[in-house]
């Protein structure tokens, strides 16, 4: 019998008929640890991370979200490390495209004019025509990419590694100065913390969009901050190297940017998709097959 | 010679090159009618329409825009009328997308936020899943269905003419109550004003949310107020029956709706994709070969 662990008896709900060799239980990472847990899945949206340690039988960690910060460090040797690719990617590029698109057709100054019951209509900005440099070739990226496309936007995708349409980080240089829109969809690494930086945003011509639904810790927040005081770029921010974003934090009142607090993954549906994946994964987990979404290969 | 009858010198210069049998005139409508006119491009957006019996020679009335309200019953006999499919659809389309993603998202209700400084993340609406039902298979409609369907939306068309893929407006009764969106991208004409009656409204679901980017007339106003006073239905609206709407219209104040002032078509770059219409037909016209966008045939 494999013992897979659920966090909530919803979880279990949503995630149907299993095998039948396989017994469910269920931890929310914040009691005793079951015994004989050989596939985990941890809370989602989680807080603290759960002590692995009384698990010595475990094989999987199935995570629910794409970004797995924190994990790879948790998760012991032999232990499988799987996210939750293809959950969240088309919601949180949906928000991306809504931010964008708020930004370019004024939406914020159409609003106010309702409220104010005024009609006076202006000449918007559309994606025909625009060049977006989006970095991330993941699950969200995929999915901006081709809604940018249906209105014209030529899109640009670099990534971290090379591969067949797609510039990689060193061309940055030549491709930030004819970017109209940046769209962040990258994860958030060494490598990548702190890459939007006060020289990456210099680089962009003015009136550019920076898009960041991916992480914070991407950007350097004084640097994007002082951009948007003197209005010379433009923002949408779901996300931030602060959350809660601090009471009083200059982002808040800054001009010329649209913020929401994290929403990007957070729409109705994501159980169905995320248990649809878990139910799958946990099926090629019993019957020897290779698992999908693997971030890091453990047994 | 041709003679090619232009609105403004903004629009000689944006149509570039033509073929050297073509003479260029500029005419707003509002002077006297120059001589020899054979192919004649409106102002866009026009205000009164002008007055063509002092074009004898006329053969040809290409508009700038997709509606042609007003013009088949000012075309005269022997002239073709074509309109200016192709020029905003794109954009047109784009602000149905803003629309409807600011409505499921509650991108006003986070706007707010912003404003007060408040971080309260909520679970909001995506459109995956979502059963949006398109009433119109134009240009408008063939690049929002694109769009919503990279998001995991289910459309269904419906259309006046039968056609593959597409359902006629006779099986409205049966497709209303199960459409969580409906998107109105349809003509004004006889037969399509008033279709969105108090009927048609009380057959949707509670909760749907109704796009109108077409026309103002397609929708009876009135209903559609009660249906958002109450709650029970949402909306986007960039077009009314009386624009601009008027002061003090309930419109103005109604809960769940968000409103712009007819600004669908109008971004940035539409006289790039216009008036390379207008070159190509003019291209056309002059070689002897088939007009598109030919809404009535004339000579």
Same mark, same amino acid.
């Given at each position: 019998?494999?013992?897979?662990?659920?966090? %909530?008896? @919803?979880?279990?709900?949503?995630?149907?008929?299993?095998?039948?060799?396989?017994?469910? &239980?269920?931890?929310?990472?914040?009691?005793?640890?079951?015994?004989?847990?050989?596939?985990?899945? /941890?809370?989602?949206?989680? #807080?603290?991370?759960?002590?692995? %340690?009384?698990?010595?039988?475990?094989?999987?960690?199935?995570?629910?979200?794409?970004?797995?910060?924190?994990? /790879?460090?948790?998760?012991?040797? #032999?232990?499988?490390?799987?996210?939750?690719?293809?959950?969240?990617? !088309?919601?949180? *590029?949906?928000? $991306?495209? =809504?931010?964008?698109? *708020?930004?370019?057709?004024? +939406?914020?100054?159409? +609003?106010?004019?309702?409220?104010?019951?005024?009609?006076?209509?202006?000449?918007?900005?559309?994606?025909?025509?625009?060049?977006?440099? +989006?970095? !991330?070739? !993941?699950?969200?990226?995929?999915?901006?990419? $081709? *809604?940018?496309?249906?209105?014209?936007?030529?899109?640009?995708?670099? $990534?971290?590694? $090379?591969?067949?349409?797609?510039?990689?980080?060193? @061309?940055?240089?030549?491709? =930030?100065? %004819?970017?109209?829109? &940046?769209? +962040?969809? =990258?994860?958030?690494?060494?490598?990548?913390? #702190?890459?939007?930086?006060?020289?990456? =945003?210099?680089?962009?011509?003015?009136?550019?969009?920076?898009?960041?639904?991916?992480?914070?810790?991407?950007?350097?927040?004084?640097?994007?901050?002082?951009?948007?005081?003197?209005?010379?770029?433009?923002?949408?921010?779901?996300?931030?190297?602060?959350?809660?974003?601090?009471?009083?934090?200059?982002?808040?009142?800054?001009?010329?940017?649209?913020?929401?607090?994290?929403?990007? #993954?957070?729409?109705?549906?994501?159980?169905?998709?995320?248990?649809?994946?878990?139910?799958?994964?946990?099926?090629?987990?019993?019957?020897?097959?290779?698992?999908?979404?693997?971030?890091?290969?453990?047994?």
């Amino acid at each position: 019998v494999t013992v897979v662990c659920l966090p %909530s008896e @919803e979880a279990v709900h949503e995630v149907g008929p299993l095998p039948e060799a396989v017994r469910t &239980v269920i931890w929310d990472g914040s009691r005793r640890t079951p015994p004989g847990v050989e596939f985990l899945v /941890p809370e989602y949206p989680g #807080g603290a991370k759960p002590d692995l %340690s009384g698990m010595p039988e475990l094989k999987v960690v199935q995570l629910l979200s794409a970004g797995v910060e924190g994990w /790879p460090e948790l998760v012991p040797d #032999g232990v499988t490390l799987c996210n939750g690719r293809g959950v969240h990617g !088309g919601s949180t *590029a949906e928000l $991306a495209v =809504l931010g964008l698109l *708020a930004v370019l057709r004024r +939406l914020p100054h159409y +609003l106010r004019q309702q409220e104010q019951g005024v009609w006076e209509p202006g000449v918007g900005e559309g994606l025909d025509g625009k060049r977006v440099l +989006l970095l !991330g070739a !993941g699950d969200i990226g995929e999915h901006l990419r $081709a *809604a940018v496309e249906v209105f014209g936007a030529e899109v640009t995708t670099v $990534a971290r590694r $090379a591969r067949s349409g797609v510039r990689t980080m060193d @061309e940055l240089p030549s491709l =930030l100065p %004819s970017a109209d829109v &940046v769209v +962040l969809a =990258l994860p958030s690494t060494p490598s990548t913390n #702190g890459l939007v930086d006060a020289a990456f =945003l210099a680089a962009l011509p003015d009136g550019a969009v920076l898009v960041n639904i991916a992480r914070g810790r991407l950007v350097d927040t004084d640097a994007l901050v002082a951009e948007l005081q003197s209005r010379r770029l433009r923002a949408f921010l779901d996300v931030f190297d602060q959350e809660p974003l601090p009471e009083g934090h200059p982002l808040w009142t800054a001009p010329n940017v649209i913020l929401t607090p994290h929403v990007g #993954g957070g729409t109705q549906g994501w159980q169905r998709r995320g248990y649809r994946l878990v139910r799958e994964q946990v099926r090629r987990f019993v019957a020897g097959e290779q698992l999908v979404n693997v971030v890091s290969e453990g047994y």
